[in-house]
């Protein structure tokens, strides 16, 4: 005895098919960013090739893509200059900027005000460039400072900046090149200094060309880990003649007319970042030998952020 008429059978059949579409739908037959704000969206996440870039672009990539966006990784991928070409040119839609970088890169007028530098650049990208800062990372401060052995700053007697002009004419600097007029040069004139001699030399050999005596001092990035595994001492600023470099995704308006929930995926990133925080990861990454994507996430999940 049949217990269904063919009729009733192309029914069911009709209904257990529409059954089986809803139930992929609903588990993420779209893919993993269905039904979150990403979704069918490709951002292009691009950094510079200095570890402090290459993880706050992992950090932007791992955010984007928990929020659903389908990401390409562009990191470590060039300079200022060639940074500022790829996202002028659509081949990078964001990357991590320093305000201080672009200060220097354009021109604009020098101030020691974070927020003030902030809104300057991010003013200047906006009627510019078409492109938007989203919220910096206050606290943390990617800048310049001097820095030397223990030994040399007890033998003399460095504490800050101020305390060079007592050694006028006699203590030799090493400085990367980008240091000369971020860092040298506004010591000299900031706090009347002369040195001896100004070296041009890459930062990590400078550690080592301090320790060995060839120079005295050296120019130092403050979230550089080899301060501390060097256990040197930086020199105070009070002056501030260092200019700050807080850190913030800059994106190409396009990307946020597309979608605008990028704000909202990056921004809660910015107040959790510190100085010391970076310092940590960058040690993890360039003298630990770990990769810049475990690191990053394990950041982004201490932090509650994943």
Wanted: hydrophobic share 40%.
């Amino acid at each position: 005895m049949r217990l269904f008429s063919n009729a009733n059978f192309a029914k069911l059949l009709g209904v257990v098919v529409l059954m089986s579409v809803l139930t992929m739908a609903g588990c993420g037959g779209g893919g993993s960013g269905a039904g979150k704000p990403g979704s069918g969206v490709t951002v292009n996440v691009g950094s510079k090739k200095d570890a402090d870039g290459r993880l706050l672009g992992e950090m932007y990539a791992l955010l984007l893509e928990n929020a659903g966006y389908t990401v390409n990784r562009h990191l470590g991928a060039g300079d200022t200059p060639f940074m500022q070409s790829a996202i002028a040119n659509g081949t990078v839609d964001l990357y991590p900027e320093f305000t201080g970088t672009a200060i220097s890169s354009y021109k604009l007028e020098n101030t020691q005000d974070a927020h003030a530098a902030y809104n300057e650049v991010k003013d200047y990208y906006s009627k510019n460039l078409n492109l938007t800062w989203l919220d910096a990372a206050f606290n943390l401060n990617d800048s310049y400072a001097i820095c030397t052995s223990q030994g040399n700053a007890t033998k003399y007697n460095l504490k800050s900046n101020a305390d060079l002009a007592a050694q006028n004419d006699k203590l030799k600097i090493a400085s990367q090149k980008d240091g000369v007029d971020a860092a040298v040069n506004p010591v000299k004139s900031g706090y009347s200094v002369t040195f001896k001699e100004v070296v041009t030399l890459d930062e990590q050999l400078s550690f080592a060309a301090v320790n060995k005596g060839d120079v005295d001092l050296m120019v130092c990035y403050t979230t550089d880990p080899g301060i501390v595994t060097n256990n040197f001492v930086v020199l105070t600023d009070p002056k501030g003649v260092f200019p700050n470099y807080n850190p913030a995704p800059v994106v190409r308006n396009q990307v946020l007319s597309q979608s605008s929930a990028v704000k909202d995926t990056l921004n809660p990133l910015a107040s959790k970042l510190t100085t010391a925080d970076q310092v940590a990861l960058i040690k993890q990454v360039s003298l630990d030998n770990k990769t810049v994507h475990e690191v990053a996430q394990q950041y982004l999940k201490d932090k509650g952020l994943l």
